[in-house]
């Protein structure tokens, strides 16, 4: 069957906020771009700040977005195809969040994601997302997610033209839950991946790999980089992000190294937070 094609070179944002998100990178990101995107792959989404802006400059025909957090692929998946019930169940929210704050949240929280339909675990997301501490997604060991309620003022629970915008860029890409060594053979040569996996912890009491139940430690990231060898020797085009750090050095030794400079936004202090080095890793 032909893939349906994205829609080419339409603006949106990222609806959701995701530690490590990409946003503030863009402009040395895209000094790193190819030249062109026909086939696009990202398998590990996030936010999907980097898939807008490819979208955006590029409108690649084919875009496979991924990643093993099911809760993440379903709301991309109810944006697509579902927006305007999202957006009334959204509504609801915000009434109720204004209503009953802080209640309404920790009762949002807690709500098994069984029983629930697709739009109802999408606007459950979103909800927790734009007003949970940090905007962070973590979950447990049993995969429930955890982090307490933020303190805002006003939080945008409801973005009604971000999420059109967003609805109308997604039509057409496909969408997956699965571990990026099923995403990666995808790609054949010419294809460009863009990879943001996890990062190597900085310290042993930095280590944040929580988005899923089953983290993301050195074995996966030894598996990571031996998949992006296989894409280079494919002639695939890469470009990975990760820390700055001498075992990501020694993993990807041989590609191109360049550093950029982010800001740190996780942290228990906010002495711990400012501008920090990461590696962006190319094979072009």
């Excluded at 530690?19 to 503030?24: D, E, I, T």
Aim: charged fraction near 25%; glycine fraction near 6%; hydrophobic fraction near 35%.
């Amino acid at each position: 069957m032909t893939p349906k094609t994205a829609s080419p070179r339409v603006a949106a944002e990222p609806f959701l906020k995701w530690a490590g998100g990409k946003s503030q990178l863009l402009t040395q990101l895209a000094r790193l771009y190819p030249s062109e995107v026909d086939r696009y792959f990202e398998p590990f989404v996030g936010s999907g700040a980097v898939f807008f802006d490819i979208q955006r400059r590029f409108g690649p025909r084919y875009v496979m977005l991924s990643d093993t957090n099911s809760e993440l692929i379903n709301c991309y998946e109810v944006v697509r195809d579902s927006v305007e019930e999202l957006i009334q169940l959204l509504i609801r929210h915000k009434e109720r969040h204004h209503a009953r704050h802080p209640s309404h949240y920790y009762e949002v929280r807690d709500l098994s994601t069984v029983p629930l339909s697709p739009v109802e675990r999408a606007a459950r997301l979103i909800y927790l997302n734009k007003t949970c501490y940090n905007g962070l997604y973590r979950v447990n060991a049993q995969g429930q997610f955890n982090v307490p309620i933020g303190r805002y003022k006003n939080p945008a629970i409801v973005d009604e033209g971000g999420l059109r915008a967003a609805s109308r860029v997604l039509r057409g890409v496909r969408l997956a839950v699965q571990d990026f060594a099923r995403c990666l053979p995808r790609l054949h040569a010419g294809d460009f991946a863009y990879i943001d996996p996890p990062y190597f912890p900085l310290s042993r009491t930095s280590n944040f790999t929580a988005y899923t139940e089953r983290g993301f430690g050195l074995a996966e990231q030894e598996r990571l980089a031996s998949s992006v060898r296989d894409l280079d020797a494919k002639g695939c085009l890469v470009m990975l992000s990760n820390s700055d750090t001498a075992p990501v050095r020694k993993l990807y030794s041989g590609l191109r190294m360049h550093r950029v400079t982010a800001r740190r936004a996780i942290n228990s202090t906010g002495t711990g937070r400012g501008a920090i080095t990461e590696l962006v890793i190319t094979n072009f």
